[in-house]
């Protein structure tokens, strides 16, 4: 193997590169056009653009994919994870091309990539598996009558693809039509394919994966476990190695299953199988037949390098340990940092500003060290054609606590301004006392997300007067004269306004007085706060753990900038398609009905009415794209007797 085609973007793609590059193996990347200056394309040793901007027209062309690969000389593909990772006809494709296929053969993809197939496998071979339908018959008919006889609650799952979407919680029959059609709809649009199952839905789980790797000799080992409870729409954002739940017989228990699965379909490289824990007890979920966003997190612990092991099983080596010889240490944790709001929507835009606390990349950090996977920088573009993760921050640390405090401060230390991310939303995870005793489980979020927003909501209002201040006034203050006369503001934050006023004391000095508050006299620029212009009058701002959007309001109508402007419309909150419009003009409407549905970055959203009301019109039609702010339905007062 001398050049190896990486069939992905991205950070997943400077992962693979950096691990070819040290083994002396070329590296060839290729591109979209929104990626043509990324940072994957100017590391490889060479790069090929693949022409077009959408996953479908690049990352997903096999055509394109293979014609890269011979155009450069490559001899060896290597698919990431995500995009064709677990697609078996194109893990084909590459093998009848004359070249190495870095992954399982395409027939164990298509015995475990499919989420029926893998549980029919497993119950084969002693795996246990939750009651549940996963037949032929893909009608909407048999779904109900298979649903009566699970009974609720139950899953309902995409067969073929992972990263949480096609996947709906039904807790009465009445939901699950509605939740059949959703879950399809993006199922297709993700995957290519829209086949489903029904599963009975435990509520109180953890959601605990075994990273397994085999070799093309029949041996097969277990790397321990991750535990991935902390998810957002069924997505992982926090996940961790030693799970809190699992000792070591239980770890045992469940290495050994994962191993027998993946050994029954003569699997070889690297596979993840995913199992929901409860109690002592666990039922397969799926196994993904490639690599884990996550690895990192089994490379602290681990010492390895899995990237290299999957090149170096591709090249028929025998693995390099055996199980007896594999010993986890420390306790390592990663978060996922994603361009997305408090609600979790996703969001498009430029980084404007970008820096990160020392660490190292794509290879184990130091024990209480940071390793930061990553592809920002400064003027990086995220684009609606990909999913809204932007990196991964990874620590390994003696302790589970040690690890915590270790990536707090490191997200604490990370700047990323220009687009809303997570970083202190997780953070706050990372603090939440469930968490911090090791008792998170799937519904963390939806049980405490709320609490945590408030919080964070709190720190943003305790420190928005000074941060908008430097915010606002950072680039005007030029003159060292004072001025006796305060400048009344109005700040909107979070669609709410706040009145401040501000006396520029010369040099550089401000006081700001609030009502309620006593004032407080600033010296610009303040230590640890950034800030920059996202607009003409909108700043995104940043002092230690706390993010904030501030819009000067002060110009304004004082009716226009108290107005909170989400009873009479309805806008788009980022870039997106709308693929269903649930109702029509002259709908009565309560609080929560879905009035729009938009995909974007390969997740479906709905929107919903903020208040009873009527539609009074609806501005725009499925398959339409729209962008941040756009208006996409108006409402009218309540018509009489509407429900409310």
Known sequence: MKKLLIANRGEIARRVIHTAQRMGIEAVAVYSDPDANALHVREATQAIALGGAASADTYLRTDKLLAAARATGADAVHPGYGFLSENADFAQAVVDAGLTWIGPSPAAIRALG???????????????????????????????????????????????????????????LAQLPAALASA????LAGFGCGDLLIERALLQPRHVEVQIFADANGACIHLGERDCSVQRRHQKIIE?????????????????????????????????????????????????????????VTEALTGLDLVEWQIRVARGEPLPL??????????????????????????????????????????????????FDHALE???????????????????????????????????????????????????????PVF????????????????LQDLLLKSELKALAHCAVEAIFSSKISSDLPCALARPMRLRHQGQVHAVAVRELGGGRLQVEQAGAEPVNLQLPQHGVHCVAV?????????????????????????????????TELRAPFNGKVVALPVAAGQALVAGDTVVVIESMKLEHSLASPAAATVAELLVAPGQQVSPGQVLARFAPATQGAPA
Not at 414 to 427: E, K, Q
Not at 436 to 451: I, K, R, T
Request: net charge negative; hydrophobic share 45%; glycine share 10%.
């Open 436 to 451: 911090a005793s090791g008792q998170a489980l799937v519904p963390f979020l939806s049980e405490h997300a709320a609490d």
């Open 240 to 296: 961790e190695s030693p799970s809190p739940a699992v000792d070591a017989a239980l770890r045992e228990r469940m290495g050994a299953c994962a191993v027998a699965l993946a050994q029954a379909a003569g699997y070889v490289g690297a596979g993840t199988v995913e199992f929901l824990l409860d109690g002592s007890d666990f039922h397969l979920m799926e196994m993904n037949t490639r690599l884990q966003v996550e690895h990192p």
């Open 114 to 172: 499919s989420k029926s197939g893998a549980k029919a496998l497993a119950q084969t071979h002693g795996v246990p598996c939750l009651p549940g339908y996963a037949g032929d018959d893909q009608s909407d008919e048999r779904f109900a009558a298979e649903a009566a006889r699970i009974g609720t609650p139950l899953m309902v799952k995409a067969v073929v693809g992972g990263g949480g979407r096609g996947m709906r919680l039904v807790t009465d």
């Open 535 to 567: 607009g003409p009058r909108c700043w995104h701002w940043q002092s230690g753990g706390v993010d904030g959007w501030v819009e000067d309001a002060s110009w304004e109508p004082a009716a226009r900038a108290d107005a909170a402007g989400g009873a």
């Open 378 to 432: 400064e003027g990086a573009e995220v684009t609606l054609h990909y999913d809204a993760m932007l990196g991964k921050l990874i620590v390994h640390a003696p302790t589970r606590a040690e690890a915590i405090a270790t990536l707090v401060r490191a997200l604490h230390s990370t700047r990323v301004l220009g687009l809303p991310t997570n970083r202190a939303f997780l953070a706050a995870c990372l603090q939440h």
């Open 322 to 371: 055996t199980q007896d010889q594999v010993h986890l240490q420390g306790h390592a944790i990663e978060v996922r940092l994603c361009a997305e709001d408090a609600h979790f929507r996703p969001h498009t835009g430029r980084v404007l500003q970008f820096s990160a606390p020392p660490a190292t990349a794509f290879e184990r950090a130091a024990s209480g060290a940071l390793r």
């Open 184 to 187: 399809r709809s993006e199922a």
